[in-house]
T-cell receptor
Framework: KNEVEQSPQNLTAQEGEFITINCSYS?????LHWLQQHPGGGIVSLFM???GKKKHGRLIATINIQEKHSSLHITASHPRDSAVYIC???????????FGTGTSLTVIP | EPEVTQTPSHQVTQMGQEVILRCVPI?????FYWYRQILGQKVEFLVS????????KSEIFDDQFSVERPDGSNFTLKIRSTKLEDSAMYFC?????????????FGEGSWLTVV
């Protein structure tokens, strides 16, 4: 069973396009994290959300706690945004984490 | 900017050997984590550690695994008798004091190949 589901699994976009990646979860959470994994494997935390919306540069993350759903948006996408984007949740029962399978994004110049 | 550092970056070991992966979390952080990612698969949680003890562990973290914070800076993951299926990238992470769910800072990972 997957506690965290992401869609789409793969996404190809033209440079400049607006991109949305979706995440749904089935467990009670204390927070939701959006992570970026570079082709070399390194992971960077983009956002940590427990409610509402956060914005950082061209990245926007939203969460709807009632619907157990979050979205990551990238405006004016650029080839350097190409990476795997991972949704992860920290459970409200402790410091347990559940990860989505990731969305592989390729932005073509 | 402070960062989580991991060593070694890559280790090849024979099946049945013990392996220790080392991590230096960010200095004022209090929560420490190990995750693994088998090639082509999703990241999986292994264990979280707080106040010198394990606070959560997953089903993967069986008796073959152990963690230690032997001094004020290092956080280690030991695999007692490695199996082929332990081959993966192992990520260490830490997060600052406060409520659980704070931003997590990841290390670059340690590739473990068991042959």
């Amino acid at each position: 069973k997957n506690e965290v589901e992401q869609s789409p699994q793969n996404l190809t976009a033209q440079e400049g396009e607006f991109i949305t990646i979706n995440c749904s979860y089935s467990v009670g959470i204390s927070a939701l994290h959006w992570l970026q994994q570079h082709p070399g494997g390194g992971i960077v935390s983009l956002f940590m959300l427990s409610s509402g919306k956060k914005k950082h540069g061209r990245l926007i993350a939203t969460i709807n706690i009632q619907e157990k759903h979050s979205s990551l948006h990238i405006t004016a996408s650029h080839p350097r945004d190409s990476a795997v984007y991972i949704c992860a949740v920290s459970s409200n029962t402790g410091n347990q984490f559940y990860f989505g399978t990731g969305t592989s994004l390729t932005v073509i110049p | 900017e402070p960062e989580v550092t991991q060593t070694p970056s890559h280790q090849v070991t024979q099946m049945g050997q013990e392996v220790i992966l080392r991590c230096v979390p960010i200095s004022n952080h209090l929560y420490f984590y190990w995750y693994r990612q088998i090639l082509g698969q999703k990241v999986e949680f292994l264990v979280s550690f707080y106040n010198n003890e394990i606070s959560e562990k997953s089903e993967i973290f069986d008796d073959q695994f152990s963690v230690e914070r032997p001094d004020g800076s290092n956080f280690t993951l030991k695999i007692r008798s490695t199996k082929l299926e332990d081959s993966a990238m192992y990520f260490c992470a830490s997060s600052p004091p406060g409520l659980s769910g704070n931003t997590i800072y990841f290390g670059e990972g340690s590739w473990l190949t068991v042959v």
